[in-house]
């Protein structure tokens, strides 16, 4: 019998046919639809990570295994933001923790786009996403984004701990280690910010996706000051404010992306928009499904 809150994700190739399997048990509930037809580089699958009654309860641990075959793309999605509630008095001592697990083999793609995590006022989260590259030809798309919490109840940054560990790494050695951690008096350092996401993209099938950052980045910096220019997309996005880094390590490349904006709604467009070359790789109807999703 499988523990509380564990689950698994299997996508292989076998006799030619995407073969996906998933399991899970509660709180943690785990769907893979049908994905659409085979691509000329992949075998697009998706599945979606959700918990019942909506959220994290407080206290909950979630931690789920994933192995993505060759020749598969698996997009991991969330329904909705993930929710973690508030603790109840008898367990404001416990935290809530969710590590999820994930293995790429070589000629595979991982896409991991859930929808950004929301703390309600005094929750305590715990996060960690490790992925290990097997082979320079394995690829990996990882979104890991946050609110300041349930504004329309006026709570914003007024959770007591988010604490966000993201790691990429060859069977060898740590390409990438990214630690987040907000706790005691941040709220005031976080003005005027509602929404915070970092994406990292590396390895040769997402190239394309990785340059796209680098040359409207490289853009931005060298474009010279319109006060009364017209308004379009960039001007539009002009209350994100991002920043790229090059990441280079033992043969894998690629780039991280930091970006924070004033609302959520602003700031999931902005990602929407940049990641749309990876719509040729999952395919019409996985993509569809992510630009759906929240």
């Not at 564990?6 to 899970?24: E, H, P, R, Y």
């Not at 701990?161 to 706790?183: G, P």
């Not at 709220?187 to 040359?215: H, K, W």
Request: hydrophobic share 40%; net charge neutral.
């Amino acid at each position: 019998m499988s523990l509380p809150g564990t689950g698994n994700i299997d996508c292989l190739i076998v006799a030619g046919q995407l073969q996906q399997s998933v399991s899970s048990a509660y709180p943690l509930k785990i769907i893979a639809p049908h994905a659409g037809p085979e691509l000329a580089d992949f075998h697009p699958a998706v599945s979606y990570l959700m918990s019942y009654g909506g959220g994290i309860v407080h206290g909950d641990r979630i931690h789920v295994n994933v192995r993505v075959g060759s020749k598969c793309a698996l997009v991991l999605l969330t329904q909705g933001s993930t929710k973690v509630f508030r603790p109840q008095l008898r367990a404001a001592s416990e935290q809530t923790y969710q590590t999820i697990i994930i293995d790429v083999e070589p000629d595979a793609l991982l896409c991991l786009l859930p929808d950004p995590v929301t703390c309600f006022k005094d929750a305590m989260y715990n996060q960690r996403q490790s992925v290990t590259l097997h082979g320079p030809t394995a690829s990996v798309v990882l979104l890991d984004w946050m609110t300041s919490g349930r504004m329309s109840r006026g709570e914003r940054w007024a959770f007591a701990k988010y604490f966000s560990v993201n790691v990429i790494k060859t069977s060898e050695r740590i390409i990438v280690r990214d630690a987040l951690l907000l706790q005691d008096n941040f709220a005031r350092r976080m003005e005027p910010i509602d929404a915070f996401a970092l994406i990292l993209i590396l390895s040769p099938a997402v190239a394309d996706v990785a340059q796209t950052f680098r040359e409207e980045h490289k853009a931005q910096r060298i474009k010279p000051f319109r006060p009364n220019a017209t308004h379009d997309h960039a001007s539009e996005e002009q209350g994100i404010l991002w920043s790229v880094s090059e990441i280079e390590e033992h043969g894998v490349c690629g780039v991280a992306v930091r970006a924070a904006g004033p609302s959520t709604e602003e700031l999931k467009d902005w990602i929407k928009r940049r990641l749309f070359s990876l719509k040729p790789l999952v395919g019409h109807c996985v993509w569809s499904m992510y630009a759906n999703s929240f």
